[in-house]
């Protein structure tokens, strides 16, 4: 994905206000972001906003570097170069700020099928930054709440149900919600 494949060509200097939200808050911000796997580029430069509540679909061919942008976004990899902020979040200076305002259903590959249902959430709260003795107490009620208590030591349970199903885990109602990881 190049810049010119981005949402909005151009450049917007993360401190502008979003010129579609009345108060002019961003959501998400991406700042000249770029990620290689070597010398293969999968991101040049990408710039681009999101005003809070709206609908902002992402879409490219395979290969063209969507999931590799969500996984920085979420903090899977690392940022190579530019800057993403959440809400004013930068989530390479402020990672825990940033990521409780995220709320993301990952797919079913992205959960490890050998650990329980517990275990997965409890992997997926520390990638939000949520220490484990509160990651447990949140995973607990969230399974209750959902009818999965019982299954909470499962292994190979449907991960897309589980995963779907939890997604309040990290936060009540995210202003921002990401699906597809």
Do not use: W
């Not at 902002?56 to 903090?75: D, E, I, M, P």
Request: aromatic share 6%; with cysteine.
């Amino acid at each position: 994905m190049t810049a010119t494949h981005a949402p909005t060509a151009g450049r917007i200097p993360l401190d502008t206000p979003h010129r579609n939200h009345p108060t002019g808050m961003v959501a998400l911000s991406i700042g000249s972001v770029s990620h290689s796997y070597g010398a293969r580029r999968a991101l040049v430069d990408i710039d681009f906003t999101v005003a809070p509540a709206s609908f902002t679909a992402l879409l490219g061919l395979n290969g063209a570097g969507k999931s590799t942008l969500f996984s920085l976004v979420t903090r899977l990899f690392g940022i190579q170069s530019g800057r993403i902020s959440i809400f004013g979040h930068d989530i390479s200076l402020a990672p825990s700020e940033a990521l409780r305002l995220l709320g993301v259903v990952f797919q079913p590959r992205t959960l490890d099928l050998d650990l329980s249902v517990t275990q997965n959430l409890l992997y997926h709260a520390a990638l939000h930054g949520i220490a484990r003795g509160e990651a447990r107490v949140r995973s607990d009620e969230v399974l209750s709440r959902i009818g999965l208590a019982d299954r909470a030591g499962a292994r190979r349970y449907s991960a897309r149900r589980c995963s779907s199903r939890s997604s309040g885990l990290f936060t009540p109602r995210p202003p921002l919600f990401s699906t597809c990881v």
